[in-house]
């Protein structure tokens, strides 16, 4: 057998390989990934090259065979299955953390993980700690055991130990050094002591800056908080919830998803977009396939187009720092919209199961007509806002609110123009709106039929005041459904006209109206879906990288050719004239909402 370990050489998990391959004296070929300083190591390297902070041992069997392991973790379980001869993890916890403490001392010339007990020991002796030698291996020793029994005994329960807590212990000695609260570890050991195994799960709910997603989902990993669990069925589970923004670009979005998919289960991974929790947005599938008037003309023969609008009243906030890096296409598009998109315009899923639902959501996204530089000016429109009156107060710009630059390029509106390339939606327009400081706070789905092929009412050119017939899902407020459609206007005044007179009337769907009661928060119902381990209403990995693709050529486009000058809106308006010339080159208009 021949391996060969390929190691980030500022790992400490890397490190923890290149010990147990000591300590199971296995010769091994030594690769080392990349050498970097420390200025080089950027967030944005990381983003680019995660997989080179994780070591992989390359293991060519005798009879030619080859295969790989990434991860600490699963490499070090493999070594003890296959070489048990000195194992690494003995089934005492002290014994299992001693071990590792051994290797890492006695093994000279390799660099050990940190553990400041150890550390201040060698020095207290006028050692230098990075240089491991016989004179001080019985004060370390000591100094380690010392740290291990206090350690392990708080955070290693009974029998019931994997190799994580051999791994874990000494960093919770380090841990101390750096503020962090050890007594919630020991909490969660109360709390799992007091519960049947199969009754100790574990959500952990990731809403935090980019700049520290990888290092907690790596110590989530690596500490075995969250191990790997690959059978969805399995008990007890571990699960973790992911906030957006999920990545920055198609780029950065496959790289985490290549991290977290090397560290967890993809039925471990809930990537949370709240939209998906509002009753409305989960009725879209319900209103579309289990009522036969709807689905037959679902297509582009009865479809004139569809918009799709998510509106927000209020400014940036306080969030002009995050709202300059992301802009209203990374907020609000590559998510909210691109989740309505796909659930109105995917084919039906043969089952109501998480993974059918998600595969057509899939297909449908790999169905959209990329941006291109050819077509983004005239499929797209951005804009910032200005300043203006936003219920009833004279309000800044974009540019005057805190922490945005004063020649901001950043867009706070945007509209674009889709084409669904299936045969189910050739030619059908489907248009994507959001933005901040309109003039409502609304967010809905509009899908507007063709027009009737001829109209007999009314004298001559009053079928152009006819209104199209269009259905309208509301996400927010006032969640429902509402049917517009045209009648006759009653009355004898009328009867005595040439012609018959008709007007449109809506027919309306209120959820609160018909179940007397509020819908739960939309996170309510998303937490209590991860919970029971129903994915239906969350992202997977392809589909995360399917909606980047669509809108990564638009950014780029945009962040290359600045508008001279930028477009605006004042406050408290609907948007851009921009905007509506956009629409007007498909000869329709914008829906604006009632008031109310």
């Given at each position: 057998?021949?391996l060969?370990?390929h190691?980030?050489?500022?790992?400490?998990a890397?490190h923890r390989?290149?010990?147990a391959l000591?300590?199971k004296e296995?010769?091994?070929?030594?690769v080392?990934?990349?050498?970097?300083?420390?200025?080089?190591?950027?967030?944005?390297?990381?983003?680019?090259?995660?997989?080179h902070?994780?070591?992989?041992?390359?293991?060519?069997?005798?009879?030619?065979t080859?295969?790989?392991?990434?991860?600490?973790l699963?490499?070090l379980?493999?070594?003890?299955?296959?070489?048990?001869?000195i194992?690494?993890?003995?089934k005492?916890?002290?014994a299992?953390?001693?071990?590792?403490?051994l290797?890492?001392?006695?093994?000279?010339?390799?660099?050990?993980l940190?553990n400041?007990t150890?550390?201040?020991?060698?020095?207290?002796?006028?050692?230098?700690s990075?240089?491991?030698s016989k004179?001080?291996?019985e004060?370390?020793?000591?100094?380690?055991?010392?740290?291990?029994r206090?350690?392990?005994g708080q955070?290693?329960v009974g029998?019931q130990?994997?190799?994580?807590?051999?791994l874990?212990?000494?960093?919770?000695?380090s841990?101390r050094?750096f503020?962090?609260?050890?007594t919630?570890?020991e909490?969660?050991?109360?709390?799992?002591?007091?519960?049947?195994?199969?009754?100790r799960?574990?959500?952990?709910y990731l809403a935090?800056?980019p700049?520290?997603?990888?290092?907690i989902v790596?110590?989530?990993?690596s500490?075995g908080?969250?191990?790997?669990t690959?059978d969805p069925?399995?008990?007890?589970w571990?699960r973790?919830?992911?906030?957006?923004?999920?990545?920055?670009?198609?780029?950065t979005?496959?790289s985490?998803?290549?991290?977290v998919?090397?560290l967890?289960?993809?039925?471990?991974v809930?990537?949370?977009?709240?939209?998906l929790?509002?009753?409305?947005?989960?009725?879209i599938?319900?209103?579309?396939?289990?009522n036969?008037?709807?689905e037959?003309?679902?297509?582009?023969?009865?479809?004139?187009?569809v918009?799709?609008?998510?509106a927000?009243a209020?400014?940036?906030?306080?969030?002009?720092r995050y709202?300059e890096?992301a802009?209203?296409v990374?907020?609000?598009?590559?998510?909210h919209?691109?989740?309505l998109?796909?659930l109105?315009?995917?084919e039906?899923?043969?089952?109501?199961?998480?993974d059918a639902?998600?595969?057509?959501?899939?297909?449908?996204?790999?169905?959209?007509?990329?941006l291109?530089?050819?077509?983004?000016?005239t499929?797209?429109?951005?804009a910032?806002?200005g300043?203006g009156?936003?219920?009833g107060?004279?309000?800044a710009?974009?540019?005057?609110?805190?922490?945005?630059?004063?020649?901001?390029q950043?867009?706070t509106?945007?509209a674009?123009?889709?084409?669904?390339?299936?045969w189910r939606?050739?030619?059908v327009?489907?248009?994507?709106?959001?933005?901040?400081?309109?003039?409502?706070?609304?967010?809905?789905?509009?899908?507007?039929?063709q027009?009737?092929?001829?109209l007999?009412?009314?004298g001559?050119?009053?079928h152009?005041?006819?209104q199209?017939?269009?259905?309208?899902m509301r996400?927010q407020?006032?969640?429902?459904?509402?049917?517009?459609f045209?009648?006759?206007?009653?009355?004898a005044?009328?009867?005595?006209?040439?012609q018959?007179?008709?007007a449109p009337?809506?027919?309306?769907f209120?959820?609160?109206?018909?179940?007397?009661?509020?819908?739960p928060?939309?996170?309510?119902t998303?937490?209590?879906?991860?919970?029971?381990g129903?994915?239906?209403?969350?992202?997977r990995?392809d589909?995360v990288?399917?909606?980047w693709?669509?809108i990564?050529?638009?950014?780029?486009?945009?962040?290359?050719h600045s508008p001279n000058?930028?477009?605006t809106?004042?406050?408290g308006?609907?948007g851009?004239a921009?905007?509506?010339?956009?629409?007007?080159?498909?000869?329709a208009?914008?829906?604006?909402?009632l008031?109310g």
């Amino acid at each position: 057998m021949k391996l060969v370990l390929h190691n980030y050489w500022r790992s400490s998990a890397s490190h923890r390989v290149r010990i147990a391959l000591h300590v199971k004296e296995l010769a091994f070929d030594y690769v080392i990934v990349n050498i970097l300083k420390r200025d080089q190591f950027t967030d944005a390297y990381r983003a680019k090259n995660a997989m080179h902070q994780v070591p992989t041992l390359e293991i060519t069997e005798d009879d030619g065979t080859f295969h790989s392991l990434t991860q600490s973790l699963p490499i070090l379980e493999f070594l003890d299955e296959r070489f048990p001869a000195i194992p690494l993890m003995p089934k005492d916890p002290y014994a299992r953390a001693r071990t590792r403490g051994l290797a890492e001392i006695i093994n000279s010339g390799i660099q050990p993980l940190q553990n400041l007990t150890v550390t201040n020991a060698i020095k207290a002796l006028g050692g230098d700690s990075t240089v491991w030698s016989k004179g001080y291996i019985e004060a370390g020793l000591a100094a380690f055991d010392a740290t291990v029994r206090e350690s392990a005994g708080q955070f290693c329960v009974g029998d019931q130990v994997t190799i994580a807590d051999c791994l874990l212990v000494p960093q919770m000695a380090s841990s101390r050094r750096f503020g962090v609260d050890v007594t919630r570890y020991e909490r969660l050991a109360e709390i799992e002591a007091s519960r049947s195994e199969d009754e100790r799960n574990r959500l952990f709910y990731l809403a935090v800056p980019p700049s520290v997603f990888e290092p907690i989902v790596r110590h989530l990993a690596s500490s075995g908080l969250v191990p790997r669990t690959d059978d969805p069925q399995a008990r007890p589970w571990a699960r973790v919830v992911v906030e957006k923004p999920f990545g920055h670009s198609v780029e950065t979005a496959c790289s985490l998803n290549a991290l977290v998919l090397s560290l967890f289960a993809e039925n471990q991974v809930y990537r949370i977009d709240h939209y998906l929790g509002k009753e409305t947005v989960q009725n879209i599938l319900v209103l579309r396939f289990a009522n036969s008037i709807f689905e037959p003309l679902w297509n582009r023969r009865w479809i004139s187009h569809v918009q799709i609008t998510a509106a927000e009243a209020v400014g940036v906030e306080a969030r002009g720092r995050y709202y300059e890096e992301a802009g209203v296409v990374r907020d609000m598009f590559q998510n909210h919209l691109m989740q309505l998109f796909a659930l109105t315009a995917m084919e039906p899923p043969p089952s109501m199961t998480a993974d059918a639902v998600r595969d057509e959501k899939v297909k449908l996204l790999k169905s959209v007509r990329w941006l291109t530089p050819e077509t983004i000016p005239t499929s797209a429109v951005r804009a910032q806002y200005g300043a203006g009156v936003a219920n009833g107060n004279l309000v800044a710009g974009y540019r005057d609110e805190p922490d945005v630059a004063p020649d901001s390029q950043t867009p706070t509106y945007a509209a674009i123009r889709f084409h669904i390339d299936n045969w189910r939606w050739k030619g059908v327009p489907f248009y994507l709106r959001s933005g901040k400081r309109l003039a409502k706070r609304y967010s809905e789905i509009a899908v507007q039929f063709q027009a009737p092929p001829h109209l007999m009412f009314g004298g001559h050119g009053t079928h152009r005041e006819l209104q199209p017939n269009t259905l309208v899902m509301r996400v927010q407020p006032n969640e429902g459904v509402s049917l517009n459609f045209e009648v006759k206007v009653p009355g004898a005044a009328v009867a005595l006209t040439e012609q018959l007179e008709v007007a449109p009337v809506d027919m309306d769907f209120s959820y609160s109206e018909a179940f007397g009661e509020t819908a739960p928060p939309a996170y309510e119902t998303l937490l209590l879906d991860v919970m029971i381990g129903e994915m239906t209403l969350f992202t997977r990995s392809d589909e995360v990288e399917a909606a980047w693709k669509i809108i990564d050529p638009l950014l780029t486009y945009w962040e290359q050719h600045s508008p001279n000058p930028m477009p605006t809106y004042p406050a408290g308006s609907w948007g851009p004239a921009e905007a509506d010339r956009l629409i007007s080159l498909d000869g329709a208009r914008w829906r604006v909402p009632l008031a109310g």
